[in-house]
């Protein structure tokens, strides 16, 4: 099973949660790009599961093996391929879960979609497990972007009831990314990390979860890129957070606050900075008309809870065709917000890189 996206910038994403391995493969890669390895290591770490009593106990290195597209700490021209190896399979606690659908997971779609026989193991295809490769593309991206002035960068917008500052839509720097990777957890305001921890907390003690929002911005992206309609920028931004698993709800700019707005207020005035044509607000989040304008792309991706909770929930069994009462052991996220946002990073590093690409003649 292979999950692809991307246009010149082609991205596919294999394995299972429970598999031998996991990887990626990135067709479109510019030859001769450095790829600094410490570099993609902290990033993909800030990804990786067990670091804190937020996230899963289980532990992975995912410490990628690359298989082509790299010589000499260069990108080769060639398609990249690269494997995580799973080293901390638990396969024991899903066997009931094979007749016994987990409500809101994709154990139930995926048996409709593939059959019985489908890999569900922690998830199968489906898992979030599978964002690890999708950080191997989003920091190989990330690299090659920073090169020509363009940086991506995320924070944890919102986990529960508790909401982090957010960036300013028309001055946010890579001063303000800094500043998230400074604190514990991905937030511009520790005070409200700490709050945002004890929800979390708190719902785990609780046999729960409880779900969030990540925040991100992307600066320094050519006016001009994109198309109108159906490969608009927000569309293909939309293509790639909506493959991250359990996104549920994204928006651009003010998003649905414009509902409440008059145009008066939600237009972005144009101004003369020099020579160059800027807005003195962005709600339109850095597009319009599917095209970027020149100001920082802003974006906010909505995660439900994780599904995996140990409260009991009604479920049924598919080989009894009965009603149950489901309760599911084993190790899961109490929320997968402060792991999903290097995910966000990825996908939109991914997508920027890709229309850079399509562009260059």
Same mark, same amino acid.
């Given at each position: 099973?292979?999950?692809?996206?991307?246009?010149?910038?082609?991205? #596919?994403?294999?394995?299972?949660?429970?598999?031998?391995?996991?990887?990626?493969?990135?067709?479109?890669?510019?030859?001769?790009?450095?790829? /600094?390895?410490? $570099?993609?290591?902290?990033?993909?770490?800030?990804?990786?599961?067990?670091?804190?009593?937020?996230?899963?106990?289980?532990?992975?290195?995912?410490?990628?093996?690359?298989?082509?597209?790299?010589?000499?700490?260069?990108?080769?021209?060639?398609?990249?391929? %690269?494997?995580?190896?799973?080293?901390?399979?638990?396969?024991?606690?899903?066997?009931?879960?094979? @007749?016994?659908?987990?409500?809101?997971?994709?154990?139930?779609?995926?048996?409709?979609?593939?059959?019985?026989?489908?890999?569900?193991?922690?998830?199968?295809?489906?898992?979030?497990?599978?964002?690890?490769?999708?950080?191997?593309?989003?920091?190989?991206?990330?690299?090659?972007?920073?090169?020509?002035?363009?940086?991506?960068?995320?924070?944890?917008?919102?986990?529960?009831?508790?909401?982090? %500052?957010?960036?300013?839509?028309?001055?946010?720097?890579?001063?303000?990314?800094?500043?998230?990777?400074?604190?514990?957890?991905?937030?511009?305001? &520790?005070?409200?990390?700490?709050?945002?921890?004890? %929800?979390?907390?708190?719902?785990?003690?609780?046999?729960?979860?409880?779900?969030?929002?990540?925040? /991100?911005?992307?600066?320094?992206?050519?006016?001009?890129?994109?198309?109108?309609?159906?490969?608009?920028?927000?569309?293909?931004?939309?293509?790639?957070?909506?493959?991250?698993?359990?996104?549920?709800?994204?928006?651009?700019?003010?998003?649905?606050?414009?509902?409440?707005?008059?145009?008066?207020?939600?237009?972005?005035?144009?101004?003369? @900075?020099? $020579?160059?044509?800027?807005?003195?607000?962005?709600? /339109?989040?850095?597009?319009?008309?599917?095209?970027?304008?020149?100001?920082?792309?802003?974006?906010?991706?909505?995660?439900?809870?994780?599904?995996?909770? %140990?409260?009991?929930?009604? #479920?049924?069994?598919?080989?009894?065709?009965?009603?149950?009462?489901?309760?599911?052991?084993?190790?899961?996220?109490? /929320?997968?917000?402060?792991?999903?946002?290097?995910?966000?990073?990825?996908? &939109?590093?991914?997508?920027?890189?890709?229309?850079?690409? #399509?562009?260059?003649?």
């Amino acid at each position: 099973m292979t999950s692809t996206f991307g246009e010149k910038l082609r991205i #596919s994403i294999f394995g299972q949660s429970h598999g031998d391995a996991i990887g990626v493969t990135i067709e479109g890669l510019p030859a001769g790009e450095e790829i /600094c390895m410490e $570099e993609l290591y902290a990033f993909l770490q800030r990804r990786a599961p067990g670091k804190n009593d937020m996230s899963t106990t289980r532990k992975e290195a995912d410490m990628p093996r690359f298989l082509s597209g790299i010589m000499d700490g260069k990108t080769a021209g060639a398609p990249l391929c %690269a494997i995580i190896e799973n080293t901390s399979q638990r396969s024991k606690d899903y066997e009931k879960l094979a @007749d016994i659908p987990r409500p809101g997971h994709a154990d139930y779609t995926a048996r409709l979609r593939y059959g019985e026989d489908v890999d569900m193991r922690g998830g199968g295809h489906f898992s979030g497990r599978l964002t690890a490769p999708l950080c191997i593309a989003g920091g190989i991206a990330k690299q090659i972007l920073a090169r020509r002035g363009i940086h991506v960068g995320a924070h944890i917008a919102q986990i529960g009831g508790v909401h982090d %500052a957010a960036f300013d839509p028309v001055h946010v720097s890579t001063a303000d990314f800094e500043k998230v990777l400074s604190n514990f957890i991905p937030v511009l305001d &520790a005070q409200q990390g700490e709050a945002m921890h004890e %929800a979390v907390l708190a719902a785990r003690n609780d046999l729960d979860s409880v779900g969030g929002q990540v925040e /991100c911005a992307i600066i320094g992206m050519p006016k001009g890129l994109g198309d109108p309609m159906f490969d608009g920028v927000e569309n293909r931004i939309a293509r790639a957070v909506y493959g991250i698993p359990a996104v549920k709800a994204l928006e651009f700019g003010a998003g649905t606050a414009y509902a409440a707005m008059h145009g008066s207020e939600a237009n972005d005035p144009f101004y003369m @900075d020099g $020579e160059d044509v800027k807005t003195s607000t962005n709600n /339109c989040g850095g597009v319009l008309g599917g095209i970027t304008n020149g100001m920082p792309i802003v974006f906010r991706a909505t995660f439900k809870p994780t599904p995996s909770i %140990a409260k009991p929930q009604k #479920s049924v069994s598919l080989s009894n065709k009965q009603d149950v009462t489901l309760e599911i052991h084993g190790r899961h996220d109490p /929320c997968i917000v402060q792991r999903a946002v290097p995910v966000v990073e990825a996908a &939109a590093a991914c997508v920027m890189l890709d229309m850079i690409l #399509s562009s260059d003649k």
